[in-house]
């Protein structure tokens, strides 16, 4: 018999490779997605879709009951970490609260494993390269959310004996990633730009520092690890090894587009300068591999791009604090 799995947000980037890679290894898929930062068009064909939010417990409740799932991996989210300083009502409520309806749902349905996908940024700035014996001290409203669910999963394993595996990936591009969201995923943001003929904007000098991860780096040991039961009850951090500054991207951006470099600097914004991780663990249990460079990722992505055209920007239009927002996004604010 199949197994089944639900897969929260699997019209969005990470969460649509990761239900594809649940259809290769057999499973029944059932994604559960609101749209509000994926497209139907990402959706792998096989799986079954529902539209709405892990926000409406009662509709959650009802898939738990229809499907009887086995496993879940739960990667919707909305995850600006910039503006979750401005919209914390609003990340609290998708980020924790939607993350909680499933949870409750997994224990009374004592499904097999709960794969919850979080992020580095419950580290904030700690000592590099960061690892999983780091303790976290988030340092935006986005980072404290992801970091409550992990801990959650915890007390959920202890007292009713919730299996879990938790991932914190880093800084992810490749196909299907949403270009039009502005106020995340700076990859997609650089190709929208040069699609539309704008400058690349950057903050600050762009001396800060990410390891940019491909997609295929990421997802299938996501959708694998709930087959390994040495993953189960533990965190992992999961993508690429090698940091690269803001400026190196850039470059590496309109290198793989055939152009040179335009670019605007914005004003430094409020985000941890420095931030990668260290995989040792992910690559002992996991046999997770690093293998796709950054040239060779960005050029995958960009010849993608090319294809499907620049994505209309997308505009969060309910700012709940307007203080200190950074000048680019306070139309928004109006």
Known sequence: MKKVSLVTGGAGFIGSHVAQHCLNMGHRVVVLDDLSGGFQDNLPNGVQFVNGSITDAQLVEQLFAQHQFNYVYHLAAY?????SHFIRRFNYNNNLIGSINLINEAIKNN??????????????????????????????????????VELDLRTAQSMFGLPFIIFRPHNVYGEKQHIGDRYRNVI?????????????????????????SYIDDVAPYIAQSVANPQAYNQLFNIGADQPYTILEL?????EAFGISANIQHLPARNEVVHAYASHDKARTILGAESGVDLKTGVQKMADWVQQIGSRQVTMFNNIEIAKNLPPSWQEVAK
């Open 79 to 83: 995850a600006a970490e910039g503006l």
């Open 250 to 254: 850039a470059n590496a951006v309109t």
């Open 188 to 212: 997609g943001i650089f190709m929208n730009q040069i699609i539309q003929g704008k400058p690349l904007t950057i903050f600050g000098d762009g001396s800060q520092t990410r390891a940019f």
């Open 111 to 148: 499904i097999e494993c709960f794969v919850f996908t979080s992020s580095i940024a419950v580290y904030g700035t700690a000592q590099l390269p960061m690892n999983e014996n780091t303790t976290p001290e988030p340092e935006d409203p986005y980072g404290v959310a992801k970091y409550a």
